[in-house]
């Protein structure tokens, strides 16, 4: 079945490090690729995504490339900052067609923590 | 308020007591889906339903049940408590479409003494 895998935590970095958060996929077809972000107490919230192969999904400086040839989707940022800290979730979904019924499936979380 | 709300945000119950999480939704998403959040597993899928009166099992749906008899509406009930069914339960609603967003919950704490 459809899984992801997620480097472990947690990530502990200095304020205005380089991140990357290793994530790879397996799944039928060609799947929509998503991270998602969790703050202490909150619920999930989209970070960004991208829906085919070599697209690149962007928000808040963060960065990802569905890349096919490798099941990838890793997460980076050139300049992390307090602020960042979060559990960041990698997942993917696949649509009805291809017997993925918009499921989201997600990998367990990678915990990141900046400090000044 | 427009969004997707859960109740209550934390519950504690005893062993084998019945006890039902709620969830709404303002947009009419179509897709509706519960998932349980514990350490070291991430976010695992119990159940999903892609529109009203339709439902389907997750990855973990043992013990669970749903209902959908209105779209915005998912209930999660637990029908005889156990201990290992303490987690952090976050619901989630998607218009559809794989590409699509998904918008969750708060998220509700459940304890089961």
């Known amino acids: 079945g459809d899984s992801v895998t997620q480097m472990e935590g947690p990530v502990t970095l200095s304020e205005e490090a380089f991140l990357t958060i290793n994530c790879t996929y397996t799944?039928?077809?060609?799947?929509?690729l998503f991270w998602y972000v969790q703050y202490p107490g909150e619920g999930l919230q989209l970070l960004l995504k991208?829906?085919?192969?070599?697209d690149k999904g962007s928000n808040k400086g963060f960065e990802a490339t569905y890349r096919k040839e490798t099941t990838s989707f890793h997460l980076e940022k050139g300049s992390v900052q307090v602020s960042d800290s979060a559990v960041y979730f990698c997942?993917?979904?696949?649509?009805?067609?291809?017997?993925?019924?918009?499921?989201?499936?997600f990998g367990a979380g990678t915990r990141l923590a900046v400090h000044p | 308020d427009a969004g997707i709300t859960q109740s209550p945000r934390y519950k504690i119950t005893e062993t084998g007591r019945q006890v039902t999480l709620m969830c709404h939704q303002t947009?009419?998403?179509?897709?509706m889906f519960w998932y349980r959040q514990d350490l070291g597993h991430g976010l695992r899928l119990i159940y999903y339903?892609?529109?009203?009166?339709?439902?389907d099992k997750g990855e973990v749906p043992d013990g669970y049940v749903v209902s959908r008899s209105k779209t915005e509406n998912f209930p999660l009930t637990l029908e005889s408590a156990t201990r290992s069914q303490t987690s952090v339960y976050f619901c989630?609603?998607?218009?559809?479409?794989?590409?699509?967003?998904?918008?969750f919950g708060q998220g509700t704490r459940l304890t089961v003494v």
């Open positions: 947009w009419s998403h179509s897709y």
């Open positions: 799944a039928t077809g060609y799947p929509s």
């Open positions: 991208a829906t085919k192969a070599d």
């Open positions: 989630a609603s998607r218009k559809g479409g794989d590409g699509g967003e998904a918008f």
């Open positions: 339903s892609a529109a009203a009166d339709i439902t």
């Open positions: 997942a993917l979904s696949r649509n009805m067609f291809s017997g993925g019924y918009n499921k989201l499936i």
